[in-house]
């Protein structure tokens, strides 16, 4: 019945004095008993806990101009012992009473653990060492999720919670428990691997049963986040460094060009794509297209557990054409020509280094030279002036020129009859 006044109590005025708590009652902490406008030097506190009715008296002794208890440890039935201590539950109302002022009481609520800031760490399974270390990055790999947060540890069963990430923009949510029955650290464990898909790598997070948590493409910059109570994870996917070489390649059409991989050196797996279509090959592939087109080239490279995506355009252009032109006019020349007048060579859809022909005469004295072509107006490239004269060259000779390309792929030839 004790516990009935200590409940009348809490409605009895009591001018000049006053009962409190110095700090808000929280799981796993302490507190003390404060009365204050009383001229004993010392007496007796209750304490009640209303939702049980257990009752906890508490001596008060003279500190200064108050009376105050020793610290009062609150405590769950799976918390250490504590002299003197309340055990109670989260949320439970605890009353504080005594008889000297007259009659006092008040009542405070309890409140989670805390108030630490909450931590989030990342850790990995060392297959060498066997055991979790700190991990700053996010590769293939055995990873958990450590959140330390005391203010969730409020019952003496094992908490559950789930903690939402993010990967490449994709949010999951990651199931953490309690890794004991009253330590407030949470823990999810999850399997990352990085595979290819098609021309394409993605990345694939699963639970250590198997379970798919998520996917998605990797991208430029892709890394795990999460935020929780203040705290915040960031960590990036390892890149393995890469390059494909000639880093720009433009080919004629009807020449094979060839793209290496120029690091890293050894890799363990190499995988091609050309334009969505897989391809077999090595460290290099060869190309080769029948009409002008850019050509998209990825390479999938492996080394270890760690893929990484290079990606490179091939430019497939038109030969170069070759056409005879009147070098007073600038049109196409009648044929027959005739022998004494002026002519020019021109060169179209030239994409590499200002060409240079050959030119002669068709038959067994063809008088070859080198003619140097010029770039003007327009990206076109043209010779000086010429005439079939000067190659010896008159009336029903055929004059010629020819373009060689410095790959060896292929020649363009023209020719025009004299008179």
């Known amino acids: 019945m004790r516990w009935f006044l200590v409940l009348a109590l809490i409605a009895l005025p009591a001018w000049g004095a006053e009962i409190q708590f110095d700090a808000e009652p929280r799981l796993g902490g302490t507190f003390r008993v404060v009365v204050t406008g009383v001229p004993e030097e010392g007496g007796q506190a209750t304490l009640l806990v209303l939702r049980t009715g257990a009752v906890v008296p508490v001596a008060l002794a003279r500190e200064g ?38 009659g006092l009481a008040a009542p405070a609520r309890v409140g989670p653990r805390g108030p630490d800031e909450p931590t989030v760490a990342l850790e990995r399974w060392d297959n060498v ?42 949010e999951f949510a990651l199931p953490l428990e309690e890794d004991g029955p009253v330590t407030g650290k949470f823990v999810g464990e999850f399997v990352v691997a990085l595979e290819p898909r098609g021309c394409d790598l993605g990345l694939r997070v699963t639970t250590v049963g198997g379970d798919l948590l998520t996917e998605a493409a990797v991208s430029t910059g892709a890394c795990l986040t999460c935020t929780w109570e203040g705290a915040s994870l960031r960590a990036p996917l390892p890149v393995l460094p890469i390059a494909l070489a000639p880093e720009a390649l433009v080919l004629p059409v009807g020449c094979v060009g060839e793209v290496h991989l120029a690091r890293p050196e050894r890799p363990d797996e190499v995988r091609w794509c050309v334009d969505g279509v897989e391809r077999a090959g090595g460290l290099s592939l060869t190309l080769l297209a029948d ?28 030969q170069v054409k ?7 006019t600038g049109l196409p020349p009648t044929e027959p020509w005739p022998c004494t007048q002026p002519l ?14 050959l030119v002669g005469k068709l038959g067994p004295d063809p008088r070859i030279q080198e003619i140097p072509l010029a770039e003007s107006d327009g990206g076109v490239f043209v010779s000086g002036a010429l005439r079939p004269a000067d190659f010896a060259a008159c009336a029903g000779d055929v004059l010629w020129a020819q373009f060689r390309d410095p790959r060896g792929c292929y020649s363009a030839y023209i020719t025009l009859p004299l008179r």
């Open 344 to 357: 020019q060579i021109r060169a179209d859809d030239v994409t590499g280094p200002a060409p240079v022909l």
């Open 322 to 328: 070759l056409s005879w032109v009147d070098a007073t």
């Open 291 to 318: 009409a002008p087109r850019d050509v998209i080239v990825v390479a999938l490279v492996r080394k270890g557990l760690l893929w990484e995506r290079a990606q490179t355009t091939v430019a497939f252009v038109p």
């Open 65 to 102: 101009d108050v009376l105050r208890s020793a610290p009062i440890h609150i405590r769950r039935a799976c918390d250490p012992e504590g002299t003197p201590s309340v055990s109670v539950q989260l949320g439970d109302t605890v009353v504080a009473a005594t008889e000297l002022g007259g």
């Open 129 to 170: 060492e066997m055991e979790w270390v700190a991990a700053e990055e996010m590769g293939p790999a055995l990873f958990r999720i450590v959140l330390t947060d005391p203010s969730r540890d409020t019952t003496c069963e094992r908490e559950a919670l789930a903690l939402e990430l993010a990967l490449a923009g994709k």
